[in-house]
């Protein structure tokens, strides 16, 4: 059989690696698609640059169009990143006929509505496997490999920038600025860092990951996004004295409705730092490693652990979609495994409407800490205050002197100006919904002796 003939479009750190690791192991991958994969053409505005990587036996364009313009072209990969011109490009592909691979994690979150009815109404495919934890067949996992399941929910550390830094500001006690600039020089951050530290790149993927698993629209415009610019150094300790590590989570929960307390059903769809239990071995994921966990109502609870980003293991996502592809080109559309894995003409209204709930309706539970003046009854105040909203405390740690090192925490000691001895006072709840734990940390806030604002990081068992 020809081999199918692939365009690509942009070929800087993933497509290299595309095109080298196609050319390394192109007799494998062609027994096991069962027919060649080419790249026949390239698409890059730097040509030089291109030519180096491809060689003499590949052309190289500098305008995407003339790919897409191609009749002899079956597949378009799409690795030219953001919103602009990729989703015009990607749509140009799919009214052309061709089957798209993309990795772009952002163009689908906030455009995959659109796209993937463009490519259902032309009958071709959106493979995405790259966009989502890098080399991890995450997105297989969850419309393949666990279809059985109703999957209850997901938690992912979905972004290696920032685990990388989380990582190394525990282990080496670094500020959140220099662990910064170390991640972009060994090239993890996004050519924006803010999308990495701001939590939205987790965001964009957290998106998907939604709705393959509970079979809704994508929605990334009403995820809760909060990134870890603010993580204080202190906090990663005394987590660490609590038995708990700091991680930038991803995560979307299915809540079913309950009769008995008036709750409505809906999806929780949320990016923020978590405590999250040490002993975990999703806690151990350290540096710039992804890890996924999925419960299902089957399978219980799974995890995936690999690359997120980097040229090869980006690559081995993206020709994993390619041989998919070069199996079912031709074949019946309803062949075909749905692209975001309920088939479409099933789609139930019911589910479709199920609303993402806002963070205030989201329950989980937390980590405070307050910097308290250190006098009789200051605890007895903020415990008061927790117990009328009906907070239950899990666990209470103040501060000693020099209990988490001389460069974290407050002073004990009088502080300068303040002339109040000062300390931490750190409590741990139980599950609360965060309307009631807002009202209460404000009401802790007006307190006089509490003296600087309530750092405040939500806690998930992932039990
Ligand atoms: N900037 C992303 C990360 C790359 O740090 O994980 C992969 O999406």
Not at 144 to 149: I, P
Request: zero cysteines; a negative charge.
């Amino acid at each position: 059989m020809k081999p199918i003939q692939v365009g690509l479009l942009g070929i800087g750190t993933v497509g290299s690696g595309t095109f080298n690791v196609l050319k390394r192991n192109q007799q494998e991958i062609k027994r096991r698609a069962g027919r060649g994969i080419a790249i026949t053409m390239v698409a890059d505005l730097d040509q030089a640059r291109a030519r180096a990587v491809v060689g003499p036996d590949v052309q190289v364009v500098g305008d995407a169009r003339a790919i897409i313009a191609n009749p002899d072209i079956d597949v378009v990969i799409e690795l030219i990143g953001g919103y602009g011109i990729a989703r015009q490009l990607v749509l140009e592909a799919i009214a052309a006929g061709k089957h798209v691979v993309t990795a772009n994690k952002a163009l689908l979150a906030v455009h995959g509505s659109e796209i993937f009815a463009a490519a259902q109404a032309k009958g071709v495919m959106v493979a995405f496997e790259a966009a989502v934890a890098g080399g991890i067949p995450i997105i297989k996992a969850l419309r393949e490999g666990l279809t059985a399941n109703r999957i209850q929910w997901i938690a992912g550390i979905i972004n290696g920038t920032t685990n990388f830094i989380l990582s190394e500001m525990r282990d080496k006690g670094l500020d959140f600025a220099v662990v910064l600039k170390e991640a972009q020089g060994l090239g993890y951050a996004e050519a924006d860092p803010t999308f990495d530290i701001e939590g939205v790149d987790a965001a964009h993927k957290a998106t998907l990951m939604s709705s393959l698993a509970f079979g809704i629209p994508v929605q990334f415009d009403k995820a809760y996004i909060e990134g870890i610019t603010k993580l204080g150094a202190q906090d990663i300790k005394y987590a660490e004295k609590l038995g708990y590590r700091i991680k930038l989570l991803g995560i979307t929960k299915r809540r079913d409705a309950d009769a008995a307390n008036g709750t409505a059903a809906g999806i929780e769809l949320r990016v923020h730092p978590s405590l999250i239990p040490a002993k975990r071995l999703i806690a151990n994921v350290e540096g710039a490693m992804n890890a996924v966990m999925v419960n299902g109502d089957a399978v219980g609870t799974t995890l995936y652990y690999g690359k997120g980003a980097g040229s090869e293991p980006t690559a081995s996502a993206v020709i994993a979609d390619l041989v998919d592809i070069a199996r079912l080109h031709g074949a019946d559309a309803a062949q075909r495994v749905p692209h975001l894995a309920f088939q479409p003409h099933t789609f139930d209204q019911a589910m479709n409407d199920t609303p993402i709930l806002p963070m205030s309706d989201v329950v989980t539970s937390y980590y405070l800490r307050l910097n308290v003046a250190d006098e009789a009854g200051v605890l007895a105040n903020v415990t008061r205050i927790l117990a009328d909203a009906g907070i239950s405390i899990d666990a209470v740690l103040q501060r000693e002197a020099d209990e988490v090192g001389a460069d974290g925490g407050a002073e004990s000691q009088p502080a300068g100006g303040l002339g109040v001895a000062q300390t931490d006072l750190i409590l741990l709840t139980h599950d609360t919904m965060e309307g009631t734990m807002n009202a209460a940390i404000a009401k802790m806030q007006a307190l006089p002796t509490v003296l600087a604002p309530i750092v405040r990081i939500r806690k998930e068992e992932l039990a």
